[in-house]
């Protein structure tokens, strides 16, 4: 769980422990809420079980813990799909991509339904930094689009727009995944065909770039 593995490196023991609990109240509480801007320092010091004042010894405000968990979540999903371009063929990767995705919504559900909700919320630095992830995903799926064409060129604006469009489209089904069980499969399934429909149409962009 994404909740288990946020850095502590700047505090130690109890201190470690109770940053910790703090994250992982605010996560429960935003997921219920669909918003971090909706909660209350108190509030989730209470879900944490700690004094209001332990709050600001490690976070600033709300937002600041909100960028917190945004930036380890888009880290390890990040590093999860660069290892399923690294080790998929051509054939595989739209599948893998979407397979990945959802079982780290699966796996994550809670920080993936709160984060997913932030897209458009309260607080501008956390919609930039998700988007700014959002992004470097996007750029992920671009270079494998490129290896699949063999093509060694500069990046084209139109196949990262592509991309862009497709990760916000994972994202947002993410949330239906999580909480539709019994769909899982058929939303599994059209986000695949979404997938290839990208592959596809990136290889023939390219391809119409170098005739």
Known sequence: MVTESLPTAVVS???????????????????????????????????????????????????????????????????????????????????????????FAADNPEAVIALVSELNGAYPRVRAHLRMLMQGVAREIVDGVREYASDNGIRDESLLKLAYSLVEQLFIMSIDYIEQNNRRDEIESWAVTLSKIYFAGGALLLGSRKN
């Open 13 to 103: 023991g109890d201190e470690a422990a109770g940053r910790r609990s703090l994250i992982q109240a605010a996560i429960r509480l935003a997921a219920r809420k669909r918003s971090f801007k909706a909660l209350g320092l108190r509030e989730v010091a209470r879900e944490a079980g700690l004094n209001p004042n332990t709050f600001y010894r490690h976070f600033d405000d709300m937002e600041a813990l909100a960028m917190t968990v945004a930036t380890e979540l888009g880290g390890q999903l990040s590093q999860t799909l660069k290892a399923i371009r690294a080790n998929s063929t051509r054939s595989e990767a739209a599948r893998a991509t979407v397979a990945a995705t959802y079982r």
